[in-house]
């Protein structure tokens, strides 16, 4: 893949004459086929023309994403939902009505007009509004639909910071739009509504109660909690891989302290990932203190605090479960993932 110099623009002002020009810029890029990475309310995404087959192709080779994980359909509007879906039912009006902009991707029989390496081939697309200013304005500015993979590396924890964008893909790419820290720091939930009752393939910043509450009854892919082949293309693959080896801890704290310290008479330099009340004392050689312990606070920080850790300066990373309800589920769900399904459970006798 040949060098580009990648544009930075910062478009944390919103209106200003600065954020206009980058819009601008960055949407006369996306319309060339180049691609550009933006900001959206989840994690920042890749995005290219959806239309275009080259720039479609350019987005799996800048990642390195295997070719048959399909990409979701950015647009800005939510009358746009009709470039690439066939048809909008019932069930995906009222997602929409309740939850766009946001962090819910909703699949649907595509229309046919798209590259057909956005969809890998199949029948259906992603689509999502996102809830973001710059995305939005850069979309629009784009004048197309918008394929966009979260902008990491494949296999890397998804961006929440251009930074992030700019260590996997400076070089690669045409431009970052930096908005700064994404808010939810997590991906979009994604669920498939050509099928009945609708099924979440994804868990993500959408809860399944919160859809729930607006269409009753959904199905959650049973492969995010058994040992099932996934139905999503894109959840078979390993993700969110830290550059030490995570291990997750299922246990009390001084559980915690004690593998900590296992791992060190090993030899092992240990990482840990706690909250701010268990800060100086883990026994740890290098600490990420999240500011607080609530699950959105853990949901937003996870990606960086998993991208802290260089291999360089730990061999081990260690973090607490938390609980597996609502967002915390999702959290749970990437936790999982990140750590390649390690998990240590306490032995407790009570
Ligand atoms: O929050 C998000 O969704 C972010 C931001 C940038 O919008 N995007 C994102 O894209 O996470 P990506 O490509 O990293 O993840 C898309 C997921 C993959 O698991 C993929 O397999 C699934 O959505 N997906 C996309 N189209 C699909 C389809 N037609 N059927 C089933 N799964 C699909
Ligand atoms: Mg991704």
């Not at 649907?108 to 509004?129: E, Q």
Request: charged share 25%; aromatic share 4%.
């Amino acid at each position: 893949m040949d060098y580009q110099q990648t544009i930075h623009w910062s478009v944390d002002n919103v209106g200003e004459k600065t954020f206009q020009a980058a819009v601008a810029e960055a949407g006369a890029l996306l319309r060339e086929g180049k691609l550009v990475a933006f900001p959206t309310e989840t994690v920042y995404g890749l995005g290219a023309d959806a239309r275009s087959d080259a720039a479609v192709a350019s987005v799996f080779q800048a990642k390195g994403r295997p070719s048959d994980n399909p990409l979701i359909v950015h647009i800005a509007d939510k009358q746009d939902a009709a470039l690439a879906a066939a048809a909008i039912t019932e069930t995906a009006e009222k997602l929409m009505d309740a939850f766009w902009p946001g962090a819910l991707t909703i699949i649907l029989p595509h229309n046919g007009t798209l590259s057909t390496k956005v969809t890998a081939g199949l029948s259906t697309v992603g689509i999502r509004l996102p809830d973001h200013p710059a995305a939005r304005a850069v979309i629009r500015a784009s004048g197309c639909p918008i394929a966009a993979p979260s902008a990491n590396r494949s296999g890397r924890p998804s961006p929440t910071r251009a930074m992030h964008v700019a260590e996997d893909l400076d070089g690669r790419i045409a431009g970052i739009l930096d908005g700064g820290p994404t808010g939810v720091g997590l991906e979009s939930t994604v669920i498939d509504c050509t099928v009945e009752p609708p099924l979440i393939l994804r868990p993500g910043g959408v809860t399944s109660a919160e859809i729930e509450a607006v269409i009753g009854t959904v199905d959650v892919d049973p492969a995010l909690s058994e040992e099932e082949q996934p139905r999503s293309p894109g959840m078979k693959y390993r993700h969110y891989a830290p550059e030490a080896p995570l291990t997750l801890l299922d246990g009390t704290t001084a559980f915690m302290h004690e593998q900590i310290r296992a791992s060190r008479e090993r030899g092992e330099r240990v990482g840990v990932i706690l909250t701010k009340d268990l800060a100086g004392e883990s026994g740890a050689d290098r600490e990420y203190v999240l500011p607080a312990g609530d699950t959105e606070t853990v949901a937003r920080e996870l990606y960086h605090a998993l991208r802290t850790f260089k291999e360089t300066e730990v061999d081990q990373i260690f973090m607490q479960v938390i609980a597996g309800e609502d967002l915390g589920f999702a959290v749970m769900n990437r936790l999982v993932k990140a750590a390649g399904g390690r998990v240590l459970t306490e032995n407790r006798t009570f």
